[in-house]
């Protein structure tokens, strides 16, 4: 009956509040998107046995339930509240992972087919199949993204159906936020039935498939949780009224979908890539007075962003790579669809030049990804060693431009 049940609020004929949410990681930005999710009644599991005790103690603060593995979330073995394990799988990663997550999510669900069918024919009862949808949330290109849409789908039931929907979606903004901590709800409103309220500020969560049916379906689901959502439909598609938003944007996927990535990555060649020239350039700290006389804008963009710098570019090392990977991409065929002979060979040349740009702005980040790892290893300060660290001469930089804004 619970299978029965949850098939049918993933399906939108059921209740809104509810659903099983499985959710991998639970860091700064995915912990508090799950507990926007509590707050509003659904059930949120992450596996937490190998996160750090800070990381627990955000996850069950959100009201993030802890399945211990990651086995016990997609297969959901046993009995209890996530018999049949979670509805909507949502990857929530450093770019690097979010290929290696896909392949033990589906490993894990092919397991669990193989066990019923063995079962079946044993006589004990067969689980009614579901549909169930995994949601990549990840900084990477449309390539990787079809990758992944490939893979997950590849899971079938015993009658030939799929297991698993894919929906490629990015999220762009910074973490959730809430002016007032105790309106979050978290582990209290969870247990209130969704008592908590929505977010001071959320990030734009964009989404985007092939499938429109199950598009329109997940939009409202996170919609009417309070997560942003805007539904990004390919051209041609009449928008439909909701609480979620459209945008109309050309398929970059090759099966169609993938503009959600495309766009973060459009974003993030922009912002990012603006972060990493000014992480590069901090040692000036003149720049700060030159910025301030001609670009005054971006003196209060880098001031504001590069103390997220040093935390982060574990990340960004890898984002730059999928950028690379998408403008190459981009560069080279649009070179071949629009030349011919010699001059279509120094097009595709020429792009992939270019697409090189983001594998040296990878290296930055790693670089200082690096560096950080190596200084907090060593504990390092200003009072010892009598140097800044990398994550104090960011933030010094910082703190001089602002000074200089405020002038």
């Given at each position: 009956?619970?299978?029965?049940?949850?098939?049918?609020?993933?399906?939108?004929?059921?209740?809104?509040?509810?659903?099983?949410?499985?959710?991998?990681?639970?860091g700064?930005?995915g912990?508090?998107?799950?507990?926007?999710?509590?707050?509003?009644?659904?059930?949120?599991?992450?596996?937490?046995?190998?996160?750090?005790?800070?990381?627990?103690?955000?996850?069950?603060?959100?009201?993030?339930?802890?399945?211990?593995?990651?086995?016990?979330?997609?297969?959901?073995?046993?009995?209890?509240?996530?018999?049949?394990?979670?509805?909507?799988?949502?990857?929530?990663?450093?770019?690097?992972q979010?290929?290696?997550?896909?392949?033990?999510?589906?490993?894990?669900?092919?397991?669990?087919?193989?066990?019923?069918?063995?079962?079946?024919?044993?006589?004990?009862?067969?689980?009614?199949?579901?549909?169930?949808?995994?949601?990549?949330?990840?900084?990477?290109?449309?390539?990787?993204?079809?990758?992944?849409?490939?893979?997950?789908?590849?899971?079938?039931?015993?009658g030939?159906?799929?297991?698993?929907?894919?929906?490629?979606?990015?999220?762009?903004?910074?973490p959730?936020?809430?002016?007032?901590?105790?309106?979050?709800?978290?582990a209290?409103?969870?247990?209130?039935?969704?008592?908590?309220?929505?977010?001071?500020?959320?990030?734009?969560?964009?989404?985007?498939?092939?499938?429109?049916?199950?598009?329109?379906?997940?939009?409202?689901?996170?919609?009417?949780?309070?997560?942003?959502?805007?539904?990004?439909?390919?051209?041609?598609?009449?928008?439909?009224?909701?609480?979620?938003?459209?945008?109309?944007?050309?398929?970059?996927?090759?099966?169609?979908?993938?503009?959600?990535?495309?766009?973060?990555?459009?974003?993030?060649?922009?912002?990012?890539?603006?972060?990493?020239?000014?992480?590069?350039?901090?040692?000036?700290?003149a720049?700060?007075?030159?910025?301030?006389?001609?670009?005054?804008?971006?003196?209060?963009?880098?001031?504001?962003?590069?103390?997220?710098?040093?935390?982060?570019?574990?990340?960004?090392?890898?984002?730059?790579?999928?950028?690379?990977?998408?403008?190459?991409?981009?560069?080279?065929?649009?070179?071949?669809?629009?030349?011919?002979?010699?001059?279509?060979?120094?097009?595709?040349?020429?792009?992939?030049?270019?697409?090189?740009?983001?594998?040296?702005?990878a290296?930055?980040?790693?670089?200082?990804?690096?560096?950080?790892?190596?200084?907090?290893?060593?504990?390092?300060?200003a009072?010892?060693?009598?140097?800044?660290?990398?994550?104090?001469?960011?933030?010094?930089?910082?703190?001089?431009?602002?000074?200089?804004?405020?002038?």
């Amino acid at each position: 009956m619970e299978d029965a049940k949850n098939a049918d609020l993933v399906s939108g004929g059921g209740e809104e509040r509810g659903i099983k949410f499985g959710l991998v990681s639970v860091g700064n930005m995915g912990a508090p998107l799950g507990g926007i999710l509590t707050s509003f009644g659904h059930r949120v599991a992450s596996p937490l046995s190998e996160r750090s005790e800070a990381s627990r103690r955000r996850a069950l603060d959100f009201g993030i339930e802890d399945c211990h593995d990651l086995e016990s979330l997609i297969r959901g073995d046993g009995e209890g509240d996530w018999q049949g394990g979670a509805d909507i799988f949502l990857s929530i990663l450093p770019p690097s992972q979010a290929v290696d997550i896909c392949e033990r999510v589906a490993k894990l669900s092919e397991e669990k087919e193989e066990q019923e069918e063995e079962g079946a024919l044993q006589g004990e009862s067969k689980r009614r199949s579901r549909e169930r949808i995994f949601v990549d949330l990840n900084a990477i290109s449309p390539q990787t993204s079809e990758r992944i849409k490939q893979r997950i789908e590849s899971v079938k039931a015993k009658g030939g159906e799929g297991v698993w929907k894919y929906v490629d979606g990015s999220i762009i903004g910074l973490p959730p936020r809430w002016d007032d901590e105790k309106a979050k709800g978290g582990a209290e409103g969870s247990e209130r039935g969704g008592s908590g309220s929505p977010p001071t500020f959320c990030p734009t969560i964009y989404l985007s498939s092939p499938d429109q049916d199950v598009l329109e379906r997940l939009g409202a689901i996170l919609s009417k949780a309070h997560w942003k959502v805007r539904v990004i439909r390919a051209p041609g598609e009449d928008d439909q009224d909701g609480q979620h938003q459209h945008r109309r944007v050309s398929s970059s996927g090759p099966s169609g979908g993938g503009e959600s990535k495309a766009l973060k990555l459009c974003n993030s060649a922009f912002l990012k890539g603006l972060m990493g020239i000014g992480a590069s350039s901090v040692l000036a700290v003149a720049l700060t007075e030159v910025l301030n006389s001609t670009y005054p804008g971006v003196l209060d963009f880098l001031s504001e962003q590069l103390p997220n710098v040093a935390p982060k570019s574990y990340r960004f090392g890898g984002e730059m790579l999928e950028i690379e990977d998408f403008f190459s991409s981009m560069l080279t065929s649009s070179a071949a669809a629009n030349g011919d002979g010699r001059k279509e060979g120094r097009r595709v040349e020429r792009g992939k030049e270019i697409s090189q740009l983001w594998r040296s702005m990878a290296r930055v980040f790693d670089n200082i990804a690096e560096m950080v790892e190596e200084e907090e290893r060593q504990h390092q300060d200003a009072e010892e060693g009598g140097r800044l660290t990398t994550r104090q001469v960011l933030e010094s930089w910082s703190k001089a431009g602002r000074e200089i804004l405020e002038e």
